[in-house]
């Protein structure tokens, strides 16, 4: 076979092979398999070229070259041919409606109740006081004895408590940490107690066994009723608005004297009467008062040269009366449909 007709042959040979070819790697491999440097089929046929007759050599070598420019142009036509099929596919399967509505992801948030807490801790940090906590599950000694609640007191009748064993229950209240932190610094004490209390309580629209409070208490020298009073005030405007007013009723409580119940004239109606302030235009937010001399003296504290206020609220309570909520229950039923007004 002369050279020329190998020549001719080889073209032929990558000419189906190309047009059969269905990817670009797979160009690239005949281009190497008949064009390459080192083991390419044009060039082993180019080889054999030295030992022609050397008349003949250029017009080999123009073929030659003409064969190779044919094979690169045969190969970069199928490629553009490939590439094109390639995205005309992925155009039609690949399509997107961008007028569609994205997917909404929905953000977490804060539990109604945690939110609560929250506004409740910043207004009292605004005034200086410091957070701190105690243990859920208390002894007999701090929520009750040292709260001046002596065993068999009547008075033990108002925190109807989860025991777990003699001695030792589920706190019914926030006021064991009054003590706590008093027993752990000296005075000036200026701190707020915020945690889950237990209650044995029957559960209906406004109790639950569980719920949330947050302790107030603040001792110096010289603190009066009126500080209680300007405190509460100062902390009704935050949370509720800058017109409410508050009112102090007189209350009882073994760990205060004197003690009060602390009211806010009612947000829903402006004081005229309704449904939330059960038309007394006042609505109940917490119990409070002077921190009596025994808790005090029980401490180690100097009841003739310091004195004290507490307060407690209810998380729970708070929050209704802010949003409306009509049944506590709702705050632990981890509905979403609740749970994502807030
Ligand atoms: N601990 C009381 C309660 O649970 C509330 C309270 C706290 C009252 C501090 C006075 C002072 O009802």
């Known amino acids: 076979m002369s050279i020329f007709e190998q020549l001719t042959q080889l073209q032929k040979g990558a000419e189906e092979k190309i047009a059969a070819a269905v990817s670009k790697e797979e160009l690239e491999g005949l281009w190497t398999q008949f064009l390459g440097r080192k083991g390419g089929e044009l060039t082993?046929?180019?080889?054999?070229?030295?030992?022609?007759?050397?008349?003949?050599?250029p017009l080999v070598g123009k073929v030659a070259n003409e064969v190779k420019g044919a094979i690169e142009g045969l190969i970069a036509k199928r490629q553009e041919l490939l590439y094109q099929a390639n995205l005309e596919?992925?155009?039609s399967s690949e399509q997107l409606d961008v007028t569609l509505p994205g997917r909404w992801q929905e953000p977490g948030r804060a539990?109604?109740?945690?939110?609560?807490?929250?506004?409740?801790?910043?207004?009292f940090k605004g005034l200086g006081y410091s957070v701190m906590a105690?243990?859920?599950?208390?002894t007999d000694y701090y929520n009750f004895e040292a709260l001046n609640i002596p065993a068999n007191h009547p008075s033990r009748e108002m925190w109807d408590s989860f025991f777990l064993r003699p001695g030792l229950l589920m706190r019914s209240h926030t006021s064991p940490n009054q003590v706590r932190v008093m027993e752990r610094q000296d005075p000036p004490v200026r701190v707020v107690c915020p945690g889950k209390c237990y209650r044995r309580d029957a559960v209906d629209a406004t109790h639950f066994w569980e719920f949330h409070q947050v302790e107030g208490l603040l001792v110096d020298e010289r603190v009066t009723f009126a500080d209680l009073k300007g405190t509460l005030e100062l902390f009704?405007?935050?949370?509720?608005?800058?017109?409410?007013r508050t009112r102090f009723n007189p209350?009882?409580?073994p760990f205060t004297e004197p003690s009060a119940e602390v009211m806010v004239d009612c947000f829903v109606c402006e004081g005229k009467g309704c449904r939330v302030c059960k038309n007394s235009g006042w609505i109940e937010i917490m119990g409070a008062g002077m921190v009596h001399p025994r808790v005090l003296q029980g401490v180690g504290y100097d009841s003739e040269r310091y004195s004290g206020f507490a307060f407690g609220m209810g998380v729970e309570r708070i929050a209704m009366l802010t949003y409306a909520?009509?049944?506590?229950?709702?705050?632990?039923e981890d509905d979403l449909r609740f749970l994502r007004q807030f």
């Open 134 to 138: 105690g243990p859920e599950i208390e």
């Open 111 to 123: 539990h109604i109740l945690s939110q609560t807490l929250g506004r409740i801790k910043e207004i």
């Open 44 to 57: 082993a046929i180019l080889r054999s070229v030295k030992g022609l007759d050397p008349q003949e050599r």
């Open 325 to 332: 909520i009509d049944d506590i229950r709702l705050f632990y």
């Open 251 to 253: 209350s009882y409580f």
């Open 89 to 91: 596919k992925r155009l």
């Open 236 to 244: 009704a405007k935050a949370m509720f608005g800058e017109r409410r």
